[in-house]
């Protein structure tokens, strides 16, 4: 019970304060600098740098002047998911029809959504760890239990089958799998994801598969969508958003599929807490599907050469190796070596060399021994800068 002018009452509901707690996590820190006019270089955040590419933003324009101001289908437009369905069948090898697609106000939301509609009190659900923090609160909201499956970083952190087995039982409602995955940087193999699936399969359970990062891989092996195994498009729930790719971060716009007996109770979820997504936004998403490609392609490519910025310099830094990422914007570099904690030492890149990475344990026990950063929000130029920031601090410590 909390006292409010005078008064006792319940506040707030118990699920927000028996749950975990919300953290920003070296953001928070920096504000504080930031504040004071530090000249700051930000590699926490999980954002791109670049502006969204013009014709995306035209087509938006050209909507709102169109008079495209007034509610929409629930579902999302009709030709927004029309084009959703030919994308998901030419990229992802997913045959959905478009009312097995649902436009949502970002992959949170659409995640959200899905725990939402899947768990009830008391149902488990299977993270791998290193994990993303914000399922772990969506989650909870819902009513689930996170269960943890440590990946092993001697291993590449690749999925073991024999660890998430280890995690399941007669409450697992539940697997979410990030891929590519951040932090790590993976792109599952298929080999991996079968592993996912006979899981899956074996034991009933639904999957919950974040594949924000689809179109930014740098190797030979093709993003691969868990639902497009064999077995598995009836019980995969796929979360997607425009966010990194098309750097739409602001936008707030992404989308779901699943099958159709699975689509009701998801809707009776994002028609209660948001209706429908903005319909001048999701002219603007048409564009970035139909439209060309050209500009997402060259965004991955400042990408690439921002990774191998990083790469090269981080493996060069005393104490310090990292692993080639495969995908995402980030590394994720085992500063291990040094002899310092991963929280410590990114307090101390903080407030001796004005870069602002995150620490791994941000992700989960697995991630100690590691640091998190994103090449991918800031300028190459600046990218550069930090890494020369970084090698300083390095060789001092």
Known sequence: MDSIGGMMMKWPAQRLTTGSKKSFG?????????????????????????????????????????????????????????????????????????????????????????????????????????????????AELAGGKVVIAELDKADNFAISKEKIAAKITDRTRMIVLINPANPTGRVYSRAELQAVADLAIAHDLLVLSDEVYEYITYGQAPHVSIASLPGMRERTITCFAFTKAYSMDGWRVGYLTADARLMPAILRITMTDVTHVNVFVQEGARAAVEGPQDAMHALVEADRRKRDIVVQALNQMPGVTCAEPEGTIYAFPDISGTGRGSQELAIAILQEAHVVVESGSFYGPSGEGHLRICFGSESEARVSEAMDRLTRFFNTL
Request: negative net charge.
């Open 26 to 138: 070296m953001y928070d820190e920096a504000a504080k600098l930031d504040a004071q006019g530090a000249d700051l270089i930000h590699l926490e955040f999980g954002r791109p740098h670049a502006d969204t590419p013009v014709h995306i933003k035209e087509a938006a324009k050209a909507a709102l002047d169109a008079g495209i101001v007034h509610y929409g289908d629930f579902r999302g437009t009709l030709s927004f998911r029309q084009a959703l369905v030919e994308k998901l069948r030419s990229f992802n090898g997913l045959d959905y029809g478009v009312d097995e697609v649902l436009v949502t106000n970002g992959l949170t939301h659409a995640s959200f959504a899905a725990f939402m509609a899947a768990l009830d009190p008391g149902d488990e659900v299977i993270l791998l760890d290193p994990y993303y923090p914000q399922h772990v609160g969506k």
